[in-house]
């Protein structure tokens, strides 16, 4: 049987850790595309080079040319600019709304069979539109965000609680944004819910909104951290089991920017949900029970969704 191709589109900061990652895990050959002249077949090389010590089968080509990913599974996507510091996600949108257009036209020419998983900010806008030019159906194009918001969560919580972050999961919904909703009652260690935690007296709920204020600002610590471009390793990682979901049918839960048909009372829009990843891409968009807070938290993040689609429409006729 053959190998899985998949196709990175950008080959920068999170496109090359990606790379890693997949042909590490030996997910299947590994094609880095980006406009930048002989960066991607560098890493590429790099990359293969590294194969014989760590021991792992994977084909590695770096191209400018979109006929290379034909074929493809699996598509990530990191094109585009990522913030600098001071910046938000939201003034990455006219550079980022062009960049979809050329991706989303090679996709659709070239691998319209993938599962494509979005990267690139501002997340909800930037899925939506790139869904839209690609022409794929909806439950084959998703959004990563959920997965790296909820892991910055579960990373604190785990340092508050002193416990090891495999047991501990957690929920975080909404945009990809300062709007994102952690829900402390989804969240648990080993199954005790956040708030029988903070009852049992392992932690205050002062603490827990500190801890919700950080993940929500979590991405731009790092920029601020790096002063240079933004997270890559937890991004990357949190694609990388998104994408081993779908190849493997392993039907995983996880909190991405699907699009919404009417559940949570939001029609054709994306925004980050539980969904239940497998062999069709979005098997299922889970519905769960909000409390009135995060009801209330969600319809913010929607509206702030909303409004940048209102920006899209206005950058690109095609759009509207
Ligand atoms: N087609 C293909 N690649 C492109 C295009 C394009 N039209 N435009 C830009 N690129 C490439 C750049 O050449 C660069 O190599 O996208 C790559 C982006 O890499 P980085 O600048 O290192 O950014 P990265 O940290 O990987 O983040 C990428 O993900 O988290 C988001 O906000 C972040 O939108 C940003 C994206």
Redo the contacts with the bound molecule.
């Keep these: 049987m053959a190998r899985n191709k998949i196709a990175l589109?950008?080959?920068?900061?999170?496109?090359g850790t990606l790379a890693h990652l997949a042909a590490a895990k030996e997910m299947g050959d590994v094609v880095l595309?980006?406009?930048?002249e002989g960066?991607p077949s560098g890493k590429a090389l790099d990359l293969a080079q590294a194969a014989p010590v760590e021991g792992f089968d994977a084909k590695l080509k770096g191209t400018k040319d979109y006929a290379d990913i034909a074929g493809a599974d699996v598509v990530i996507v990191?094109?585009?600019?990522?913030?600098k510091p001071g910046m938000s996600?939201d003034d990455?949108l006219g550079i980022?709304l062009k960049?979809m257009k050329?991706?989303g036209e090679g996709i659709k020419a070239h691998a319209p069979n993938a599962f494509v998983i979005c990267?690139?900010?501002p997340l909800d806008a930037m899925v939506w539109a790139l869904r839209e030019f690609s022409g794929l159906s909806h439950n084959m194009v998703v959004g990563m965000a959920g997965v790296l918001d909820s892991a910055r969560f579960r990373h604190f919580l785990a340092e508050e609680f002193d416990v090891s972050v495999k047991d501990v999961t957690a929920f975080v919904l909404g945009g990809h944004g300062d709007t994102m909703v952690p829900v402390l009652e989804y969240s648990t260690v080993a199954g005790i819910p956040v708030p029988d935690l903070i009852k049992m007296g392992w932690s205050t709920q002062e603490k827990m909104d500190a801890i919700v204020a950080r993940t929500r600002s979590g991405g731009g610590e790092i920029v601020q951290l790096l002063g240079n471009?933004?997270?890559?390793y937890a991004?990357a990682t949190s694609a990388i089991a998104m994408a081993e979901s779908y190849l493997k049918d392993q039907k995983r839960l996880f909190p991405c920017a699907a699009h919404l048909t009417g559940q949570y009372g939001v029609d054709d829009l994306y925004v980050g949900v539980p969904i239940v990843i497998g062999a069709k891409g979005v098997d299922r968009i889970v519905e769960i029970e909000l409390n009135e807070a995060a009801k209330a938290g969600f319809q913010i993040s929607v509206d702030a969704v909303k409004e940048l689609l209102v920006a899209c429409k206005a950058l690109d006729e095609s759009l509207a």
């Design positions: 589109i950008g080959a920068g900061m999170i496109g595309f980006d406009i930048a960066m990191t094109a585009g600019v990522p913030r996600r990455l980022n960049v050329a991706v990267i690139t900010n471009g933004s997270a890559y991004p």
